[in-house]
């Protein structure tokens, strides 16, 4: 199993009389509200989803990731974890407040260490590698507000998902592992309902690891992808009718999606680490969108990053060989494109919009029909 990145595994949940008097006098306290988002990276920092993050990015920390990808004491990390406000003169360095969130309710802590200013653009570039607005990254940077408040947090009260079941922390899951006799772990990143393609990378890494850790990313995404209820049962079908039950695991992670590429990949493959994954698939395209980025630039990137300490695994490309009669690669399959056909996420997409089902050399039977039968299944 790997280390926690940084080395030790963050807790900021607090507890105990401090706890409870934070609540009773939260109240009284200067607050904050968070977005659902951030609510959510608030919880990712404070239960290790984020080690070794201990709040939100002060201006130190933000300005060398996105100039050297890394925080200010060398530790590799590519995304800005920053929290956006109106007026920066309504709160003041070394204050303590009340984090409240969506709907009013006090939930956490900060202890305020930095307020500045930051360059909308500038962020957009290092991050995305472009400041086209028609990127949903570049779009919601540039609407953010002029100021960012850091500092470091503490959780008071768990958060509540509908999907509570599939809920393990980064300090469950080590558990976990443990208790299976896992010592290497695959992680598996999707926002996607499970095609065959899918199952083949899952199972080939699976080969070679003690078990496999299916991790679907539940939050906001961008218009056309599935819905959480519809990715998780969908997934539920397919492991309870085509996995060994001691060799996979599947826990949600509430988180956005930023589809920022490449560097949303080292990102995807750290916070894995702190589950406890030794291992993480990367695939074509990894947190893409659009034509951003080329198809394996997700891939490349880990190149610059050897001290990652989790080790990717890299799939180029696979397709469907009518003549191998089953899902391939190019390092394995002998035949001409002619015989193969790509798995394509928009094309089964399409097929559930119109009321169809993908084939069965590209989806599962079971999977497509719990699918299908949803009423609502895509963002819209």
Known sequence: MSKPHGG???????????????????????????????????????????????????????????EHSRLSDDIAWTLPIVIDITDKDEYSIGEEVILKDENGESFGLMEIEDL???????????????????HPGVKKTMEMEDHLIGGEIYQLKENTTPFEKYHLKPMETRILFKEKGWRS?????????????????????????????????????????????????AYDTLMDNYYLKDRAVMSILEAEMRYAGPKEAIFHAIMRKNFGCTHFIVGRDHAGVGEYYGPYAAQDIFDKFPDIGITPVFFKSFTYCEKCGGAVDGFICPHDDEHRENF????????????????????????????????HKFVE
Do not use: C, W
Request: a neutral charge; proline letters at 4%.
């Open 8 to 66: 030790t595994l963050v807790n900021r949940m607090l507890t105990g009389k401090k706890r409870n008097r934070l609540l009773e006098e939260a109240e009284e306290m200067k607050s904050l509200q968070l977005n659902s988002e951030l609510r959510k990276d608030a919880f990712n920092i404070s239960t290790g989803v984020y080690s070794p993050l201990e709040g939100f990015m002060v201006q130190e920390d933000l300005e060398n990731v996105l």
């Open 116 to 134: 500045y200013e930051f360059d909308k653009k500038e962020m957009a570039e290092k991050i995305y590698g472009t400041d086209d607005i028609e």
């Open 185 to 233: 772990i695959v992680g598996f990143q999707t926002r996607n309902v499970p095609h065959l393609g899918h199952e083949y990378v899952q199972k080939t890494a699976l080969t070679f690891v003690d078990g496999i850790f299916i991790n679907p990313i539940m939050g906001k995404k961008k218009r056309g992808d599935y819905l959480d209820k519809v990715i998780l049962d």
């Open 344 to 375: 394509s996420g928009t094309k089964m997409r399409k097929m559930f919009k119109e009321g169809k089902v993908p084939p069965e050399h590209m989806m599962r039977p079971e999977v497509a029909k719990n699918v299908a039968e949803k009423e």
